[in-house]
């Protein structure tokens, strides 16, 4: 069976130290010794000043919603994870929708002037894949109508703009460290900002509100993390630039080897040392995409469909017609992706994608022909 995702797991002696450690001093959450240091390797990974640990990617969107006190609209793109529009929602703020550039696959900032109204408050958008989006455009269009920003850098660990962390930019970035994405802590996300008074307030907002053990600054939440958590960040994290490294020789691989595939892949973003959080494919064909799909099912293969649905047609959202979006989410499937696969499971999956593209375009009576000699192989 080859899944689309395994989680990275550490050398289990390097965990079992830190476990270890916790049980001698039983302190295991409410930002203990271990959290503490994962923030300041995060940090120094990163070059970043300012950045905090939480329980995960969701939360860290809420969490930057509210400390940016957002109101009334928010512009943002129907093609990423529901978590994107559903903490918009969450937080009593409308999400509107904008279209994606049928390239990139992110928010097209072409498109986002003519949807701002007096109510919008802010731009949330998705680094797609971990590929950023058009931050300089976002941005001047953000000065020009006082408009807020966040990026939504779920993929986007290890992606650096311009010589910079991609979570640099925006007023608040956040990611995502669920097991899936490619450094996890299990559980986890984080909030990055510049203005250290935001980074306050999410702080104390993380921590129920408190201010201090008997004082409180507001209204809060529980969105701190734990350090079994903080101690698999720590393991893995001494691991990313080996796993940043197999990604990209695996993603190189499947570029080579589909080469002569009836497909695209998403427009990388010039100034980009990219992560290589995904390997996307987007079929000429809805048809030759579900064809595809289900030859590697077949085999026990497991893709994904990511991002399907557009989030712009569910309708606890708020339903509009996007046609580029709903167009590529008909269209795209995310190929297996993780440290631990190997090139002759590579080989495997490609050899089958181009076999089914062979006997798609092949007559009617060859695909039979070719059916039948494959049953008589089996
Ligand atoms: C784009 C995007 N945003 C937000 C999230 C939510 O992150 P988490 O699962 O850590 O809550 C995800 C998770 O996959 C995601 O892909």
């Given amino acids: 069976m080859i899944p689309v995702t395994k989680p990275y797991m550490p050398a289990v002696q390097d965990f079992e130290l830190y476990v270890h450690n916790i049980w001698e001093r039983q302190w295991l959450t409410n930002n203990g010794p271990l959290v503490n240091e994962l923030e300041l390797e995060l940090k120094k990974y990163l070059s970043l000043d300012h950045?905090?640990?939480?329980?995960?990617?969701?939360?860290?969107?809420?969490?930057?919603?509210?400390?940016?006190?957002?109101?009334?609209?928010?512009?943002?793109?129907?093609?990423?994870?529901?978590?994107?529009?559903?903490?918009?929602?969450?937080?009593?703020?409308?999400?509107?929708?904008?279209?994606?550039?049928?390239?990139?696959?992110?928010?097209?900032?072409?498109?986002?002037?003519?949807?701002?109204?007096?109510?919008?408050?802010?731009?949330?958008?998705?680094h797609v894949y971990g590929n950023p989006c058009d931050i300089d455009a976002?941005?001047?269009?953000?000065?020009?109508?006082?408009?807020?920003?966040?990026?939504?850098?779920?993929?986007?660990?290890?992606?650096?703009?311009?010589?910079?962390?991609?979570?640099?930019?925006?007023?608040?970035?956040?990611?995502?460290?669920?097991?899936?994405?490619?450094?996890?802590?299990?559980?986890?996300?984080?909030?990055?900002?510049?203005?250290?008074?935001l980074l306050r307030k999410m702080a104390s907002m993380r921590n129920f509100g408190h201010s201090a053990p008997d004082e409180f600054a507001g209204l809060g939440i529980n969105g701190k993390n734990c350090e079994f958590h903080a101690a698999m960040g720590l393991c893995n994290l001494r691991k990313v630039d080996e796993i940043l490294d197999k990604r990209?020789?695996?993603?190189?691989?499947?570029?080579?080897?589909?080469?002569?595939?009836?497909?695209?892949?998403?427009?990388?973003?010039?100034?980009?040392?990219?992560?290589?959080?995904?390997?996307?494919?987007?079929?000429?064909?809805?048809?030759?995409?579900q064809k595809c799909l289900k030859a590697l099912e077949n085999e026990k293969i497991y893709c994904k469909r990511y991002f399907f649905p557009a989030l712009s047609t569910l309708e606890f959202l708020a339903p509009a017609a996007m046609p580029v979006c709903e167009d590529i989410a008909s269209r795209i499937l995310c190929l297996p992706l993780y440290h631990s696969l190997t090139s002759s499971d590579l080989d495997l999956i490609t050899r089958i994608i181009l076999r089914v593209q062979t006997y798609d375009s092949a007559p009617v009576e060859a695909t039979a022909l070719a059916d039948q000699t494959k049953a008589q192989l089996v």
């Fill in 248 to 289: 990209r020789l695996l993603s190189f691989y499947y570029w080579k080897t589909l080469a002569t595939l009836r497909a695209t892949y998403p427009k990388l973003n010039a100034d980009l040392d990219y992560n290589y959080a995904y390997f996307p494919v987007l079929f000429e064909s809805e048809d030759l995409m």
């Fill in 51 to 126: 950045l905090l640990f939480v329980s995960n990617g969701t939360i860290a969107l809420q969490l930057a919603i509210k400390a940016l006190g957002l109101e009334g609209e928010i512009i943002t793109t129907p093609f990423s994870f529901v978590a994107t529009s559903s903490s918009i929602v969450w937080q009593n703020c409308k999400p509107v929708y904008v279209d994606i550039d049928a390239e990139t696959f992110n928010i097209d900032p072409r498109k986002i002037e003519e949807a701002i109204t007096p109510a919008t408050s802010a731009i949330i958008a998705t």
């Fill in 138 to 197: 976002i941005q001047q269009i953000a000065e020009r109508y006082k408009l807020k920003v966040i990026y939504d850098g779920a993929h986007a660990f290890g992606t650096t703009y311009k010589n910079k962390s991609v979570f640099e930019y925006g007023d608040i970035s956040t990611v995502s460290f669920h097991a899936t994405k490619l450094y996890h802590t299990v559980e986890g996300g984080a909030v990055f900002t510049k203005d250290p008074e």
